[in-house]
């Protein structure tokens, strides 16, 4: 829908929102998956710069990564290596899985003009020790920004911060739920793209404009939604044109994710208190649905279940990112959990180097095919 | 008798035990752990409580040459041909049930440490679920920085306190901390004697093949924390001095170049990649599993930060300094860098570590592509060629140099 436009445009050139913001005396800093503090770099008052790779075709980060290595990371190097990103200020890069725990020093041996901001998270992270190492954590990011932002971040600030972020996860699901209810007048594409938008722009503005879409389509003429079929999808990152044509051309619409690039993080709010550090320390013990963080029962598993089943969807569409492990190794007894429930499951690989689906394309029209009773 | 038996001999026989000594509990109806190695063995030794070690499981089965049958089992199950072949290995048996070349007794409880890899983390939940047996996780975060602050120190000594108490609770057993002490006492004996023998490498000639510190450090893995460990290596460190003193060294042949050996050993490739060095004179002399197993330390503060400062834990910057160290005091000639496929953690940085440690040390290096237990991500072929460039350099480089001496 045209309404879409703005989210669309945005995502297809992030580098102009990257370009445009420090041209407006903006400092800006990169976010690399999962989970970094984003409040802090807000309250800051930079721009929090998502940085989940690319569709490109990755050379010269061979010189640092083997080929085994999933494409988020070769080609946001890529793009630092090739001085694409050199108007960042700083970039955040979290130790949350091997591969990454690697970025750091590549990044910083390879794109010298941009500093690291390493971000460590504790993996026992529901219990007391976990919170408070965060803390510790959080207080060093926090004097790193300071230095690079040259003025205090005030706990005022900060819990601000907390709220816009908060406000920006509601409209998030608002519009993912709303969205669902519309495929008649939702692609894929652009629902990916209205997500995606808040990586690259104000959160404050991003909320504004979510929040206007999902008022016109909640006050849209109900749909029968007859003749699509319903999915939710899970993995890392599902922002693949290729994919995301495929699904449409199927008349297949995403019912709900948990999609870490997407709404998992946004199912989880920071609680608003006196202390906003505090309550960011303790929000990576909270959040759920991602592979990144030690999930001794598999929660995820059942939550992914939940999700499908209180959703209606069809079936689960398990976007898998080549190369990555820790999806690699849920991928089995998440799919044992959804089997057990009697949820029909189909998983992709995805490339950002080899954007070409055709496997995946047989693949997506043979299981809509299955769900439609064909 | 015992005293007439060669090390080499004392340490298998060792390590046998030790895997009876799990089996025998096992039988008795006691509790038995499946362990990370870098887990602090301190606990579970102190506490007299049975452990097997998955990973060794994995280098054992690939080096029996079932790591192909395993990991494509595996992969049947529907994981990844990319993901772990140790953890493949496991999975694999944690479902079968069963394993031809190597079998070890099943958990009643998992101990999961991740100072060396996150993928631990997830092949643990899986076997907790798959075992439906509890999970216990020691996390220790990648280094930032150079030094183990107080910030983590603080979180792992917690999370050790909190795994005494559920490993009470799981076993029975109360942590007796007399007992502990000499425990960590017997620990740092058996990591000096360990440090003394492969210290040894730096004698020219070596009195040792370097590839006997793969065989050896099995023990050094899971036993450190006993008095017949620590006699054990202190008997190897003595048999190493011996040859030093003698001039005799367990390499087959004249030693005429010595090198680094970077990264996990090829376990289903072992006597291959062995063979290519040792007809050429090659020994191995440096390599980060010296210190690998070795934890220094003198209270339970020091010890938590031991336990951050293994390998791959580390911030680059120390990893290199240990690597260009090794090179450095044990005078190599070239180095071999195993781009290891199992391995994102050690492999995702080995480009950067191959440019920073040559123009440092000023030695040839070459890289290969391997993997720890999968046979199918070696190429001998490859390794052949990888491995007669670098004689070729070294080769060049020695006659520069006594060219020059001559001149």
Redesign the interface.
């Known amino acids: 829908m045209r309404e879409c436009e703005f989210f669309v445009q945005l995502c297809a050139s992030p580098k102009a929102a990257l370009d445009s913001a420090v041209k407006a005396g903006k400092k800006v800093i990169g976010v690399m998956p999962y989970f970094c503090p984003e409040e802090l770099v807000y309250a800051a008052g930079m721009l929090p710069f998502g940085l989940w790779g690319a569709e490109i075709q990755a050379s010269e980060s061979r010189r640092y990564f083997p080929s085994f290595f999933c494409s988020i990371l070769h080609t946001t190097l890529e793009l630092g290596l090739r001085g694409e990103l050199d108007a960042l200020s700083g970039i955040m890069i979290p130790f949350s899985c091997d591969s990454l725990k690697n970025m750091g020093t590549n990044w910083r041996y390879g794109v010298k003009k941009v500093p690291v901001i390493n971000v460590s998270y504790a993996q026992n992270r529901k219990i007391p020790a976990g919170t408070e190492f965060n803390l510790a954590q959080l207080l060093k990011i926090k004097a790193q920004l300071e230095e690079i932002c040259g003025h205090e971040i005030t706990n005022e600030a900060i819990a601000a911060a907390v709220k816009v972020y908060n406000e920006n996860r509601a409209a998030v699901l608002r519009f993912s739920a709303a969205a669902a209810k519309h495929p008649e007048l939702i692609t894929p594409a652009e629902r990916c793209a209205v997500l995606k938008a808040g990586y690259f722009m104000d959160r404050a503005e991003h909320t504004a404009h979510v929040n206007w879409l999902s008022d016109i389509l909640e006050a849209a003429p109900e749909s029968s939604r007859e003749g699509y079929i319903a999915l939710v999808t899970t993995g890392i990152i599902a922002d693949s044109p290729e994919l995301l044509k495929i699904l449409e051309d199927n008349r297949i619409y995403i019912t709900a994710d948990q999609i870490c690039h997407e709404s998992v993080p946004c199912r989880c709010l920071t609680a608003e208190t006196e202390d906003p550090l505090l309550a960011l320390a303790k929000r990576t013990g909270e959040i759920e649905g991602s592979c990144v963080l030690f999930d001794p029962g598999k929660e995820r598993g059942h939550q992914l279940v939940k999700l499908a089943q209180d959703s209606g969807a069809d079936g689960v569409l398990w976007v898998m990112t080549k190369f990555c492990d820790p999806e690699e190794f849920d991928f089995v007894p998440v799919k044992r959990m959804l089997d057990a429930a009697g949820i029909p499951v189909l998983c992709i690989e995805v490339d950002q180097q080899t954007p070409e689906l055709g496997q995946a394309k047989s693949a997506i029209r043979a299981f809509a095919e299955e769900l439609r009773g064909i | 008798m015992d005293e007439k038996k060669s090390a080499k001999i004392v340490l298998r026989e060792l390590q046998d035990k030790i895997a009876q000594d799990a089996w025998d509990a096992k039988n008795r109806g006691e509790k038995v752990g499946w362990c990370a190695s870098n887990f602090p063995q301190e606990i579970t030794t102190a506490m007299g409580i049975p452990v097997v070690f998955p990973e060794n499981m994995g280098a054992a089965v690939g080096a029996k040459g079932g790591g192909r049958r395993m990991c494509e089992y595996a992969e049947g199950?529907?994981?990844?041909s990319?993901?772990?072949s140790y953890?493949r290995i496991n999975l694999a048996y944690a479902d079968l049930k069963k394993c031809e070349e190597l079998e070890i007794p099943f958990p009643d409880f998992l101990l999961c440490c991740?100072n060396i890899?996150?993928?631990m983390?997830?092949?643990y939940?899986?076997l907790?679920?798959?075992l439906n047996v509890p999970?216990i996780?020691?996390?220790i975060?990648?280094l930032?920085e150079r030094e183990c602050g107080p910030?983590?120190v603080?979180?792992i000594r917690?999370?050790f306190d909190?795994c005494i108490a559920k490993l009470e609770e799981i076993t029975g057993k109360k942590m007796d901390y007399e007992k502990l002490k000499s425990v960590m006492d017997v620990s740092q004996r058996s990591s000096r004697a360990w440090l003394r023998a492969v210290g040894f490498m730096s004698e020219t000639p070596s009195p040792f093949s370097g590839f006997d510190i793969f065989n050896n450090m099995a023990v050094a893995c899971v036993g450190r924390g006993t008095v017949e460990a620590a006699e054990a290596f202190e008997l190897l460190a003595d048999e190493y001095e011996a040859n030093a003193k003698e001039g005799k060294s367990t390499f087959k042949g004249e030693e005429k170049y010595r090198i680094l050996f970077e990264g996990i050993a090829c376990w289903a490739n072992l006597s291959f990649t062995y063979k290519a060095l040792q007809r050429r004179g090659i020994n191995l002399t440096a390599s980060i599993y010296g210190p690998a197993f070795s934890f220094l330390y003198s209270n339970l503060d020091e010890l938590m930060a031991a336990y951050a400062y293994v390998p791959n834990c580390n911030c680059?910057e120390r990893e290199l300094e240990m690597r260009v160290d090794a090179a450095k005091t044990n005078k190599v000639d070239g180095a071999i860098f195993h781009?290891n496929?199992s391995?994102?953690?050690w492999?995702?940085?080995?480009?950067?570590m191959e440019r920073?440690f040559a123009a440092q040390t000023g030695v040839p290096t070459v890289s290969f592509d391997g993997d720890q237990s999968d046979p199918r991500s070696f190429s001998e072929a490859q390794y052949e060629t990888r491995i007669a460039a670098l004689t070729e350099i070294m080769e060049e480089n020695k006659l520069r140099k006594e060219a020059g001496k001559n001149a």
Do not use: T
């Not at chain 2, 492999?347 to 950067?352: H, P, Q, R």
């Open positions: 199950m529907g994981y990844s990319s993901m772990c953890s991740n890899c996150n993928c983390i997830k092949w939940e899986n907790a679920l798959e999970l996780l020691i996390d975060p990648h930032d910030d983590r603080k979180y917690a999370q909190d680059f781009v496929r391995c994102r953690n492999s995702g940085a080995l480009y950067e920073q």
